[in-house]
C-alpha cells in the first residue's frame, strides 16, 4: 500500500486530498500544526502528527518513523494581504519551510515531492488564459515565496535527482461532494464561502471589491475550480512522477467567472439573494485570471468533473449549511 505524507492536511485543498488519497486504499501520515487547519478536518482514516515544520527534529523523527512514497506539501502562509504586510515572514517560512522539508524527503530516500503552488506566480498575467510558458513576475511576496520553492525543487531535481510537481492553483472553491469536509478558514476571505453566508444571513452584505474593471460586467473574473477536481489534479501528478521526470501544471476549470456571476450562481442554487454592496478595488487584484490546463489534460488526462460554477456553489452551500460554525473548534 503506498504511504504519503501530506503537510496541511488539516487545511482546505489538503483534507480534500487527503480523501483522495484514502479513498485510493493509501495510507496517509498528516503533518499539521493546526495553526490554519482543523483536527476534524483530517479523516480518521489518516495518523495525525500534529507538529511544526519549523520542528526539524520532529520533522527529521517523521521521516525515521515511516518510509514515505511521496510528500505532498500543502503547509504554507497563504494570505496575499497578510503577506504585503509582512513580506520577509512569509517569505522565510514558506521557503524555509518548503526547502528544509524537501532536504528531510530526500535525505530518508523519498524523491517524489508534490508542491501546493498558485496563480500568484503571474502577476498581472501577459495573457490570458495563462498557461505554463506565460512570464512568471508575482506581484506579492506570498507569490514570490512559491515561486523561490519551485527554483529550490528545480535544484533538488539537478542536484538529489528530487522529482517534483508544482500545482499551481487558480481558484479553489466548492465541497467534498459526499459531506465529508468543506472550506473553513479564519478570517474567511474568500468570495465563494463569503457570497454564501451572506445569503444564509451569517454575514453582513458582501462588498464587491470594484466594478470598474475592464471586463464585460466590471468585476474581476477568476477561475473557479471545485477542491476535488484539484485533489484529483494531484492524483494525476502523483502517477505521471513516476513514469516521466518533473512538472509544472496550471490547473484551473478553463472557465472565468466575474464576481457578479459567482453572486447570481449561489442566488440560483441556494434561492436567497446575496446582500452586497459594490466597494473600492482591492489592491493586487488584476482584472482577470484563468488557467490553461491543456498541458495537465494532455499529459495525465485530467480533467474537472465537477468544474461547473453551480456545482462548485452546490457542494459549498451544503456544507456552510449544514456546519454554520464550520469545523466548530475555534
Ligand atoms: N471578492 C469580492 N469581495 C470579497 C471577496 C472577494 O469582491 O469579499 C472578489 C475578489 O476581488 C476577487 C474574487 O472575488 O476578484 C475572488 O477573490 P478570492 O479572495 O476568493 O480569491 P483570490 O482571487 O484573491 O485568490
Known amino acids: 500500500m503506498p504511504r504519503y505524507l501530506v503537510t496541511g492536511g488539516a487545511g482546505f485543498v489538503g483534507s480534500h486530498l487527503v480523501l483522495a488519497l484514502l ?35 520532529r520533522v527529521a523523527e517523521v521521516f525515521a518513523a515511516w518510509r514515505f512514497d511521496a510528500v505532498l506539501h500543502f503547509a504554507a502562509l497563504s494570505l496575499v494581504g497578510a503577506s504585503m504586510k509582512d513580506p ?4 522565510a517560512e514558506n521557503v524555509g ?10 535525505k530518508a530516500g523519498c524523491l517524489r515531492f508534490v508542491l501546493s503552488s498558485t496563480a500568484a506566480l503571474f502577476g498581472e498575467p501577459e495573457r490570458v488564459p495563462i498557461d ?11 507569490g514570490d515565496s512559491k515561486r523561490m520553492v519551485e527554483e529550490g525543487l528545480a535544484w533538488a531535481e539537478r542536484i538529489h535527482g528530487l522529482r517534483y510537481a508544482a500545482l499551481r492553483y ?44 475592464p471586463t464585460p460586467d466590471g468585476t474581476c473574473i477568476r477561475d473557479y475550480v ?12 502523483l502517477v505521471r512522477l513516476e513514469t516521466h521526470g518533473s512538472c509544472r501544471y496550471n490547473i484551473g476549470s478553463g472557465t472565468g467567472a466575474s464576481v457578479k456571476e459567482v ?14 454592496s459594490i466597494g473600492p478595488r482591492r ?15 494532455a499529459e495525465t488526462g485530467w480533467a474537472p468533473r465537477l468544474g461547473a460554477l453551480d456545482d462548485i456553489v452546490r457542494t459549498a452551500w451544503a456544507w456552510r449549511e449544514k456546519h454554520p460554525r464550520g469545523y466548530g473548534d475555534r
Open 283 to 297: 489592491a493586487g487584484d488584476p482584472a482577470v485570471l484563468v488557467a490553461a490546463s491543456d498541458r495537465l489534460r
Open 226 to 237: 471545485h477542491v476535488t477536481d484539484l485533489a484529483e489534479a494531484h492524483l494525476a501528478a
Open 88 to 91: 520577509l515572514h512569509y517569505i
Open 132 to 142: 505554463e510558458e506565460c512570464r512568471i513576475a508575482p506581484s506579492n511576496p506570498y
Open 97 to 106: 519551510h518548503s526547502l528544509r522539508l524537501a532536504e528531510a524527503a530526500i
Open 23 to 57: 479513498d485510493r486504499g493509501a495510507e496517509v501520515v498528516v503533518l499539521d500544526n493546526l495553526s490554519q487547519g482543523h483536527r476534524a478536518a483530517v479523516p480518521s482514516g489518516a495518523t495525525l502528527v500534529e507538529a511544526d515544520l519549523a520542528d526539524a527534529t
Open 170 to 213: 487558480f481558484n479553489a472553491a466548492g465541497s467534498d461532494p459526499a459531506g465529508r469536509a468543506g472550506e473553513d478558514h479564519d478570517p474567511e476571505t474568500h468570495l465563494v464561502p463569503l457570497a454564501i453566508d451572506a445569503a444564509l444571513g451569517r454575514r453582513p452584505a458582501l462588498t464587491v471589491f470594484g466594478d470598474d474593471y
Open 263 to 276: 453572486i447570481a450562481a449561489v442566488e440560483r442554487v441556494g434561492g436567497r439573494q446575496v446582500p452586497h
